[in-house]
Nanobody
């Protein structure tokens, strides 16, 4: 069993930035591909970005966040970060991290003026 805890969400104005964190309960986390998903009100959960385990040199992003969001990982802290810049109202959602079949509870992001 791996527990995942997301943090860092909040209210930000359009164009602002947030850094989300996904912290795991086990170092097993470090070896696996970690994904971020989001779910906006009334919409289905969608893939946002993913980063490979280990060194995390490989990552991919959905088109709508490419160039604005950046993933990184700190294996000593068992944490993956999602740096979100130039946020837009359409980025408003509950953001979840995922590894294998484990999910966190999510952290809310609201982009509004």
């Amino acid at each position: 069993q791996i527990q995942l805890v997301e943090s860092g969400g909040g209210l930000v104005q359009p164009g602002g930035s947030l850094r989300l964190a996904c912290t795991a309960s086990s170092f097993v986390f470090n070896g696996y591909f970690t994904k971020w998903f989001r779910q906006a009100p009334g919409k289905e959960r969608e893939f946002v970005a993913g980063i490979a385990g280990g060194t995390g040199l490989l990552s991919n992003y959905t088109d709508s966040v490419e160039g604005r969001f950046t993933l990184s990982r700190d294996n000593d802290k068992k944490t993956v970060y999602l740096q979100m810049n130039d946020l837009k109202p359409e980025d408003t959602a509950l953001y979840y991290c995922n590894i294998l079949n484990f999910w966190g509870q999510g952290t809310p992001v609201t982009v509004s003026s």
